[in-house]
């Protein structure tokens, strides 16, 4: 029987019903409009609020992941599409664990909509670039209590094939050396396989609407100019700001190694959106790492 990571916020951060949750997940999904692609899509951003408050701006990333798997189901790729995906999902760590990078102790994750099965092999290999790389790994630990991977969950388990398995990396360093030595062993270890790379993180934090915005517009500029080290700059200058500044860093890292070329913002929205309330809000992004063909 496989060990499995309870989901501590399936209820609350999430609908808790299965069947709900598809709707809104799929509702999600089919209300994003996005713009035309052009190139492999290697991976996206995505928000971790609540899905109330930013699963309209998930939305986005998501469904480019569900039509390029469309896609790929009617072209050529069709053979490499059925070799099962790794999909790498990095995001930070908001509580007070010592450890830099991390990872879960347990075989899968639960979500109302079934399990999602852990990649022992790819996360076996991770650590071991990692300790090459830096001269540490990954520290599993059990039960969690991190929201910023698990919200992402039911996305994927909607818009990708099933069979997919996880590869769960949250990161509570914010040191670019640390997260481009993770960006570079997630490449080594993705290169050749089937993969899609997840990065989660929030934008600005509780700023009044004009202010989040201007913060904002900052740091996704430097995403889409596909400058992680950039990233850093800006919010050690205090001038953006992101939750998830390491894992998303890192992602970008790991896209620039496996040959991504462009990225695109898809969506930008705050809290304040959803309720109203702009004296203090917080900030959510989309956006999808784009190879060219």
């Not at 809104?24 to 899509?41: H, R, T």
């Not at 202010?211 to 950039?230: Q, V």
């Not at 496996?258 to 959510?284: E, F, M, P, Q, W």
Request: charged fraction near 25%; aromatic fraction near 8%.
């Amino acid at each position: 029987m496989l060990d499995v990571r309870p989901s501590p916020i399936a209820g609350t951060w999430y609908e808790g019903d299965s069947k709900m949750l598809a709707r809104v997940v799929d509702e999600y999904l089919d209300e994003a409009q996005l713009p035309d692609l052009s190139g492999e899509v290697i991976g996206v951003i995505a928000p971790h609020a609540g899905h109330r408050y930013s699963g309209a701006v998930a939305g986005y990333a998501f469904a480019t992941l569900r039509r390029a798997e469309r896609r790929d189901e009617r072209s050529e790729e069709r053979r490499r599409s059925a070799v099962t995906k790794i999909v790498a999902v990095i995001a930070p760590m908001h509580h007070p664990y010592a450890q830099p990078l991390i990872t879960s102790a347990h075989d899968a994750y639960s979500t109302p909509l079934g399990d999602v099965p852990i990649d022992k092999d790819a996360l076996h290999e991770l650590d071991e670039a990692l300790k090459s790389e830096l001269g540490f790994g990954l520290s599993p630990v059990s039960n969690d209590p991190e929201h910023s991977l698990e919200i992402e969950l039911p996305f994927l388990q909607r818009a990708l094939k099933p069979k997919w398995k996880l590869l769960p990396v949250m990161v509570r360093a914010q040191e670019p050396r640390i997260c481009e030595a993770l960006g570079k062993a997630l490449a080594k270890v993705l290169r050749d396989k089937n993969f899609t790379l997840v990065a989660s993180t929030d934008l600005s934090h509780f700023y009044n609407h004009k202010t989040a915005l201007t913060y904002d517009r900052a740091m996704l500029n430097e995403i889409e100019s596909f400058n992680p080290k950039g990233a850093f700059d800006l919010e050690r200058a205090g001038k953006g700001f992101a939750c998830g500044l390491g894992a998303f860093t890192a992602v970008l890292w790991a896209s620039r190694e496996l040959g991504a070329d462009k990225v695109k913002v898809l969506r930008h929205a705050t809290s304040g959106d959803v309720t109203g309330d702009y004296s203090s809000v917080v900030g959510y992004g989309a956006a999808v790492v784009l190879k060219g063909r």
